[in-house]
Nanobody, 122 residues
Framework: QVQLVESGGGLVQAGGSLRLSCAAS????????MGWFRQAPGKEREFVAA????????MYADSVKGRFTISRDNANDMVYLQMSSLKPEDTAVYYC???????????????WGQGTQVTVSS
């Protein structure tokens, strides 16, 4: 069973960068696509980015395209989200998730981490 633990969140000024990490124990043998989601206060959780197994394809929400990059290191059971040119509207709790398929997608995730807070100040 894959277990997910996010880290790397924090407070950053608008225009800055952060890299989120997701330690995904058991990922190497899981053949799972991975994703990042976020939930801002008072809003529903939304899709941010996804990467296929073993990592050839990626998919992004329009709101982060060109600013965020998802990647994975299967040898070390890690998934990353590099965030650049951050905006105040990127403020949210960010979640790592695993999907029981190899292809990218914005839905169908069945395993979730506990989340990490990202706050972007203006």
């Amino acid at each position: 069973q894959v277990q997910l633990v996010e880290s790397g969140g924090g407070l950053v000024q608008a225009g800055g960068s952060l890299r989120l990490s997701c330690a995904a124990s058991g990922l190497t043998s899981s053949n799972r696509a991975m994703g990042w989601f976020r939930q801002a206060p008072g809003k529903e959780r939304e899709f941010v980015a996804a990467i296929s197994w073993p990592g050839g394809n990626t998919m992004y929400a329009d709101s982060v395209k060109g600013r965020f990059t998802i990647s994975r290191d299967n040898a070390n059971d890690m998934v990353y989200l590099q965030m650049s040119s951050l905006k105040p509207e990127d403020t949210a709790v960010y979640y790592c998730a695993a999907r029981p398929r190899t292809g990218v997608g914005a839905t169908g995730y069945d395993l979730w981490g506990q989340g990490t807070q990202v706050t972007v100040s203006s």
